[in-house]
């Protein structure tokens, strides 16, 4: 299962509606590179495939291919703000370890 916090599902739906993507979906990736090895990619998506895992979470359709949800089971996603910026934290139980930024991680 993934999840979104209150904050996250809040900013998701925010950015849906100043960019007209309502009723898209957030499609969530794990992709190679990254300082760390693996990055986390997310961007809205309105097409789904037989090889994705669907879930939903504060009423947003969360959509993760078979080989990322190997990397991301269990993951909440958080949106924070603070002195060096805001963005989303993927709280990823599957890590072993992230990089300093917080975007890649290794498993």
Known sequence: MITLTDKASEKVKEIQGAEGLAGQGLRLRVIGGGCSGFSYDLFFDDETSEMDETFESHGIPLYVDQMSLTYLSGTEIDYVEGLYGAGFK??????????????????
């Open 90 to 107: 993927f709280n990823n139980p599957t890590a072993k370890s992230t990089c300093g930024c917080g975007s890649s991680f290794s498993a």
